[in-house]
């Protein structure tokens, strides 16, 4: 089997404050809890924090029926998390209007993902599934000092539970649903030693039987097949230290992703004449209008697809974390190693016949990074401070295999595999610092140096009879220099800034103003070709975020109310823009600096106990990014949309919990809506535009015998609203058609589990 694998170890040397691994403090039934979290890589309160900021507890988590990373979309304001084109492991993060939907090693993605403290520069394996975590926290907004590295759009920080020393304790899950889905996690923590030695084992399995028909082939399609493991041990040789080591191993087996053809254009000369009547009466069986120009309602389930599209992810995580306690304050050290390996193979048209088919899209990445970081207080700890260092490097290659039916376009070559060998380095210096100027007023002050180095060296092998260069069949081996392209190079040097203002209007009401400067290094086009002068570099882009919020603790703790309103400026935006290839007539995407916007926004957070046992909580966000200036060889596109970014995000949420004789009973409802959103270029709506949607999840649970045992049934999409994630516009480079991919439709199911221990 071809497969990806991730994998990553190393060593962390850390000092952390009291509460380390406290992510939320339980309230009463008449109070809110408290809510921990490290958005400063330090241990506060939320509601002391001036940043925005949204964090979810596993609990939490649980309760909204979250099962993989893309659920925490649905409650977070002004974050959208699509499906990729190409591998159903590896989905595109939008924050507030800013997203890189291209997952090749030559480009970084502008929202930074860290589990327990590793920088994961690829999405590929990030949309595992939620096991045993302790809280995701959410930032929004350019990361320039702590979180920096190239997170110009935020950050998402994901927290799983670490070993502790109290007791033998763990718990067994296990939920059956339509679709054939089954889940089954098992976790379980093992003290070893009194106060010094302790590990945590935890074990998920995840598959469904798929939610999609391919009539071409009579197989189900979007079934997947998942394993998930982590293990954790901690050490405490002595009293002020703290070693943590982790190791994570994820596969991933599916049938995905599964593209609908929407729309065809037979106008365009050739493109479907060679089919015949028999062939287009196919097609529109498969779901068109008789004029064969439009989708019609109804089955967008039924597909008709040749190339046999699936997703092969493997990944393995390796790191270790140490605490040290000093007289001074803390220090803390991070070494991580983390390998890819993914291989896919998609129908990009969506018809039964072989128009375009990539039946490979393959990555292997290798990364290391290292953290040194020390943190503590003084002056009578009016000053909490933070420096550290970060270096990082990453080698690996992107391979894709396209196919354009040579009949179809005569003027299109069937391109057997191109790709690119890439090598990447980073290195970074930072200082953070909060200074009390009074009790009620602080001011904060941050700098980030970043040196970002890129090589990559370009190849490809063109299958044609026509000419054979670059066939290693029929290329002599001492022709093929002219398939590898040059070594190309490129560095990029930053200094970003975080800068705050907060002041205490009373001890449970705070307020601030903050600006921020985040960096993305520049990069290369993978996919280019090998005949590039510059290899196909462009330059790193520059956000200057101003953002100011309230935040407040209301009525004794039983309401909490947040907003923030912000301002971006955006400049040399690096736009993914889907376009031909000169040298071989291929369609690719293609990445360039292609604009300047300007971002405006806000959002807000709300949840309240109505009364005894009854919360109710509500987020909306708002997003307005608009071009200043967007030219290309197309001429002025600063009318467009920018891709993937919804201007309307809302939730809320609905949670009633009661103690009954036979257990405790938890009633929960959650609805997310999201406002229309558009699919790079949107040169052909509606068909490359997803309509607004909602929606709505739903959960019973009854826990009985002191919550050892809890029966639950759930339910997902319950309105079973039909939705699009993700569109490819091929019409555009000029083969005619367009197809979509759609979300998962109605699900329920019942769950049962068990805890043991104390």
């Known amino acids: 089997m071809k497969y990806m694998t991730c994998f990553v170890y190393g060593l962390t040397l850390t000092m952390v404050q009291t509460h380390a691994n406290a992510q939320t403090v339980q309230g009463s039934s008449t109070g809110l809890e408290e809510v921990i979290v490290t958005a400063r890589k330090r241990v506060e309160n939320i509601q002391s924090v001036p940043i925005s900021v949204t964090a979810l507890s596993g609990s939490e988590l649980a309760n909204q029926n979250a099962r993989e990373v893309r659920d925490i979309a649905l409650t977070v304001p002004n974050i959208s998390i699509q499906a990729s084109s190409g591998n159903l492991t590896a989905p595109t993060y939008t924050i507030r209007g800013q997203v890189q939907n291209d997952t090749t090693a030559a480009i970084d993605p502008s929202v930074g993902m860290y589990v327990d403290g590793v920088y994961w520069a690829r999405a590929y394996g990030s949309n595992a599934s939620l096991l045993d975590i302790a809280r995701v926290e959410v930032l929004k907004g350019p990361q320039g000092t702590l979180f920096g590295r190239n997170t110009t759009g935020g950050a998402i920080n994901i927290v799983t539970q670490d070993p502790t020393f109290d007791s033998f304790n763990g718990s067994l899950t296990a939920s059956y649903g339509n679709q054939e889905e089954f889940d089954f996690n098992a976790v379980g923590n093992l003290p070893l030693i009194d106060d010094q030695l302790a590990a945590r084992l935890a074990v998920g399995h995840q598959e469904n039987g798929g939610w999609v028909d391919n009539e071409f082939t009579g197989k189900d399609m979007l079934s997947s097949d998942q394993w998930i493991g982590r293990g954790k041990v901690l050490w405490t ?395 290309d060889l197309s001429g002025d596109r600063s009318d467009e949309k920018f891709p993937l970014s919804p201007k309307w995000t809302a939730s809320a949420s609905a949670q009633y919990t009661n103690n009954l004789e036979v257990g405790r009973l938890l009633v929960r409802a959650d609805y997310s809506w999201k406002d229309k959103i558009v699919f790079m270029q949107n040169l052909h709506p509606p068909f490359t535009e997803a309509k607004s949607y909602g929606v709505l999840n739903g959960r019973i649970a009854l826990a009985f015998s002191d919550g050892k045992y809890e029966v639950a049934a759930y339910g997902r999409n319950l309105l079973d609203e039909d939705y699009k994630v993700f569109a490819l516009d091929l019409e555009s480079s000029g083969l005619g058609f367009i197809s979509n991919q759609y979300g998962q439709p109605r699900q329920y199911g019942v769950e049962v589990s068990a805890r043991f221990g104390q």
């Not at 894709?400 to 057997?416: D, E, N, S």
């Not at 941050?446 to 009879?465: A, C, N, T, W």
């Not at 106990?609 to 307005?624: K, Q």
């Open 237 to 631: 040789p002595v009293e002020k230290l703290r070693v943590l080591f982790s190791a994570e191993y994820f596969d991933y087996d599916g049938v995905g992703p599964a593209n609908k053809l929407v729309s065809i254009t037979p106008f365009i000369p050739g493109v479907f004449d060679p089919f015949g009547a028999a062939q287009l009466e196919a097609l529109l069986e498969s779901g068109f209008t008789d004029d064969g120009t439009q989708y019609a309602d109804g089955r967008i389930y039924d597909l008709a697809l040749n190339q046999k599209p699936k997703t092969d992810t493997t990944t393995q995580t390796y790191s270790g974390t140490a605490t040290l306690d000093t007289a001074w304050g803390t220090l803390k050290g991070i070494g991580a190693y983390r390998k890819v390996r993914t291989r896919s193979a998609v129908d990009n048209d969506g018809t039964p016949y072989q128009i375009f088919d990539v039946p490979i899209i393959a990555s292997t990445v290798d990364q290391w990074s290292g953290e040194l970081q020390a943190s503590g207080n003084a002056y009578d700890d009016r000053l909490a401070w933070t420096v550290g260092a970060f270096y990082f490097t990453e080698d690996g290659y992107d391979d894709l295999a396209g196919i354009v039916v040579p009949f179809v376009l005569p003027q299109f070559r069937t391109l057997r595999v191109q790709g690119s060998d890439v090598e990447n380095s980073s290195e970074a210096a930072y200082s953070q610092g909060t200074f009390k100027v009074t009790p009620e007023l602080s001011v904060t002050l941050g700098l980030r140096y970043s040196v970002d180095r890129r090589h990559k060296r370009q190849y490809q092998e063109i299958l044609d009879p026509t000419n054979p260069n670059c066939d290693p069949a029929l290329t002599p081996e001492s022709d093929l220099e002219q398939c590898v392209s040059p070594k190309f190079k490129r560095k990029d040097s930053a200094t970003n800034y975080t800068f705050s203002v907060d002041y205490k209007l009373t001890p449970d009401m705070m307020i601030y103003a903050k600006t921020a400067r985040g960096f993305r290094a520049g990069g290369f086009n993978s996919r280019q070709g090998a005949d590039q002068e510059d290899g196909g570099s462009f330059g790193p882009e520059t956000v200057t975020d101003y953002e100011v919020g309230f935040k407040s603790q209301l009525f004794e703790d039983r309401a909490r109310f947040n907003t923030a309103i912000f301002y971006s400026d955006y400049e040399d935006i690096q736009s993914t823009l889907l376009t031909i290839n000169p040298e071989t007539n291929q369609p690719i995407t293609l990445v360039q600096n292609a604009a300047k916007a300007r971002i405006f926004g806000f959002e807000v957070e709300a949840e309240a106990i109505l009364f005894t046992n009854f919360r109710l909580s509500a987020a909306a966000g708002y997003t307005d990014p608009e071009y200043k200036d967007f030219e």
